[in-house]
C-alpha cells in the first residue's frame, strides 16, 4: 500500500494528514513534503497519522528528518493518531521523549 498525503491550514499551523504506510518505499516522499514546507516558513507542523497502518523504522527516520528541519525557536513538529502499534514503536525507541505525541489534533494546535 502506498501513501497519500494532504495539507490543511489553521492558522499559522500546517495540519498534515498522512494516510497509508509509512516506511522505505513512501518515507522520501515525506521528506520532501517537509522540507518544502518548512523552506517556505512553516514551522509548526501537526502530522495525522490516524490512518497509518504501519510505520516502520524508514518512516520513524523521516520522522526524525523533519524534526531537526523545524527551528523549535518558533515551532514544532508534532504527532497525532498513533495507532497502538505505532506507538509501541515509539516507546521501544523511546522517541515518545524525542517528540511531541499528542492525544487529538485539538490538543496538539492548542499547545
Given at each position: 500500500?502506498g501513501?497519500?498525503?494532504?495539507?490543511?491550514?489553521i492558522?499559522d499551523?500546517?495540519?498534515?494528514?498522512?494516510?497509508?504506510?509509512?516506511?522505505?518505499?513512501?518515507?522520501?516522499?515525506?521528506?520532501?513534503?517537509l522540507?518544502?514546507?518548512?523552506?517556505?516558513?512553516?514551522?509548526?507542523?501537526?502530522?495525522?497519522?490516524t490512518?497509518?497502518?504501519?510505520i516502520?523504522?524508514?518512516?520513524?527516520?523521516?520522522?526524525?528528518?523533519?524534526?531537526?528541519?523545524?527551528?523549535?525557536?518558533?515551532?514544532?513538529?508534532?504527532?497525532?493518531?498513533?495507532?497502538?502499534?505505532?506507538?509501541?514503536?515509539?516507546?521501544?525507541?523511546?522517541?515518545?521523549?524525542?517528540?511531541?505525541?499528542?492525544?487529538?489534533?485539538?490538543?496538539?494546535i492548542?499547545?
Amino acid at each position: 500500500m502506498g501513501m497519500r498525503m494532504y495539507e490543511r491550514y489553521i492558522g499559522d499551523i500546517v495540519v498534515l494528514d498522512v494516510m497509508g504506510n509509512l516506511d522505505f518505499n513512501t518515507a522520501p516522499e515525506l521528506k520532501v513534503k517537509l522540507e518544502s514546507l518548512i523552506k517556505f516558513g512553516h514551522h509548526k507542523i501537526v502530522i495525522n497519522v490516524t490512518a497509518v497502518d504501519l510505520i516502520d523504522s524508514t518512516g520513524v527516520g523521516a520522522l526524525m528528518y523533519g524534526l531537526k528541519l523545524v527551528d523549535p525557536t518558533v515551532g514544532d513538529l508534532k504527532i497525532v493518531g498513533l495507532s497502538p502499534q505505532n506507538r509501541n514503536v515509539f516507546s521501544v525507541l523511546e522517541l515518545d521523549k524525542v517528540f511531541s505525541i499528542m492525544a487529538s489534533e485539538a490538543q496538539a494546535i492548542g499547545s
